[in-house]
């Protein structure tokens, strides 16, 4: 049997390697662009040949990118660390509530919050400038952080709130009837074995926040601007420059892109739960 | 034996202490975690939605605030304006293209990737990989490569494919593809992500039942596969159709519109309306127009999501 059936299955699997190194040559192709401009000098990027490799490869642009966008990645920095940070926890919270002490209305109340998640932000955009400037937080990173922590409430609850259903309510019961209180059950039973969803939530908090653009664009002034928005910026302060402008790409996207790589896995869950319906 | 006692006496404590609970700041505890969240949510979405649906009713144009009703001419100007008919036209197309894009290259993928060949997981990571990298980074990359003059252009000439040449975001006609092509490039693994979860899912009992009917693989794929991926599509269609219409990042890095009105979607429009024309009666239309188009997507998914949940 295996002997007839080995031949079909050889031309099969050639056919499958076929066409995945096809579709992989789409995805790879904007990466190899990247990579060869940004390792081309000004000289050789203006030549006809610009699918060439590099005749001398030199980390030069590179060097440029970091000295115009070094302000930007540091005030990224700034933003992403403390939004995810408070994100998470707010999110812990609200997932520990909304799976485990369910009030009446409770479930009313997390399609109220879910909605939050899918709006486009177009739509309280500018009541957000007005408050911001109101409260002398437009322009600036704080503002921004604010922004992204509320505006990211709804998915970091909702990664939590389905990561604690799992969680056996029998454990929270036998821990209440020991007089537990209820903050006391988070702190010693469920923040301890939040880790994976903490990881999850993080990562991907830190990915969006480190990726948007619309709030970055409309809400901070120049020299506060984040890195995407210095990076769009380049593209009209270096117009022939595409080798800077790639620099800057690759050094744009090389945070997320390094998480990826490490826990790619849990980024993917962040990925799905977005779905609601993995 | 004297623990059981008092574990009893304990209880009849808790009993007696939860009915006078009402009072006890341990029984709010859940409320006042959770309402911070609340109150943020209420102010930041439904109030700032409320205030801009408001100011769309309004005249407003200038930088002070000015809150004469206009009733719904902002909406009905808005519709008259070739600019904004153009933008539906675009956004609804886009969408289309977009979302046949990522679902056949998203399916057909998945597909590849269950026939458990070596090397799965590294072909499912460069498939993936995009979705993390910023759309000002895809959008810097491929604004290259679409450029009629040195991107994939010089390539197909080389591969003598010149009929796949094209002035891609350099001409109204063809500018919307170039941004339909970028788009897929970063969004259709996550519809390889959802289908490869669900092929997975498939039990094998399923498959060799049918193969012992005498069912070819064509007609198991056809009759058995699919059918399972409809739950499946619809979620992909819905989680990237909202995505599609608020589609904002891509536009402003590649064409910011152009050529003409080319690429111009509504959530670039009231973007430039509010804060480059100080158009805010009509920015805040726009706003309201792109949300009710989001929420006739978005609402219907969220209801059946939530009802379909399993109790706990």
Known sequence: MEAVRLPRLRASRVITYGLLLVVSVFYLLPIFVMVVTALKS???????????????????????????????????????????????LLGSLNGYVLSKWRFRGADLIFTLLLFGMFIPYQS??????????????????????????????????????????????????????????????????????????????????????????????????????????????????????????????????????????????????????????? | MAVASTGAAARERTTRGRSLGSFSWDRLTPFILIAPSIVLIAIFVYGFIGYTAFVSTTKWYGIVPDYTSAGLSQYTDLF???????????????????????????????????????????????????????????????????????????????????????????????????????????????????????LRAIPDELREAARVDGASEGRIFLHVILPLMRPITLSAVIILGHISLKIFDLVVVMTAGGPGFATDMPSWYMWVAVFRQNLYGRGAAIAIVLLLMVALLIVPYLIWSLRSEPER
């Open chain 1, 42 to 88: 000004f000289a050789e990027v203006s030549q006809t040949t610009p699918w060439q490799l590099p005749s001398a490869p030199s980390f030069a642009a590179f060097g440029d990118a970091f000295t115009t966008l070094a302000p930007a990645f540091f005030n990224s920095a700034m933003l992403v660390i403390p939004a995810t940070l408070l994100s998470a």
């Open chain 1, 124 to 278: 309280i955009l500018l009541p957000l400038v007005l408050v911001l400037q109101k409260i002398n937080l437009y322009g600036g990173i704080p503002g921004l952080v604010l922004t992204h922590v509320v505006y990211g409430i709804p998915i970091t609850t909702l990664i939590f709130r389905n990561y604690y259903a799992a969680i056996p309510t029998e454990l929270i019961e036998a821990a209440r009837i020991d007089g537990a209180s209820v903050l006391g059950i988070y702190r010693r039973i469920m923040f301890p074995i939040s880790m994976p969803g903490f990881v999850v939530v993080l990562i991907w908090q830190f990915t969006s926040i480190w990726n948007e653009f619309l709030f970055a664009v409309t809400l901070t002034l120049p020299d506060q601007w984040p890195i995407t928005v210095a990076l769009n910026g380049l593209a009209g302060s270096l117009l022939a420059h595409y080798e800077v402008q790639m620099a800057g790409a690759l050094l744009t996207a090389l945070p997320p892109l390094l998480i990826y790589i490490v826990l790619g896995r849990y980024f993917i869950r962040g990925l799905l739960a977005g779905a609601l319906k993995g």
């Open chain 2, 80 to 198: 008259g304006l070739p600019r904004f008919q153009a933008d539906i036209q675009n956004t609804v197309t886009f969408t289309i293209l977009f979302l046949a894009g990522c679902i056949l290259l998203g399916f057909g993928a998945a597909v590849l990737l269950d026939q458990h060949v070596r090397g799965t997981i590294f072909f499912q990571n460069i498939f993936l990989f995009p979705l993390a990298i910023a759309f000002v980074v895809t959008g810097t990359v491929w604004r290259w490569v679409l450029n009629p003059n040195f991107g994939i252009n010089l390539l197909f000439d080389k591969a003598h494919l010149t009929f796949l040449e094209s002035p891609w975001l350099a001409d109204t006609r063809t500018a919307l593809y170039g941004l339909v092509i970028a788009a897929v490039w970063q969004m259709s693994g996550f519809c390889m992500a959802m289908f490869l979860a669900g």
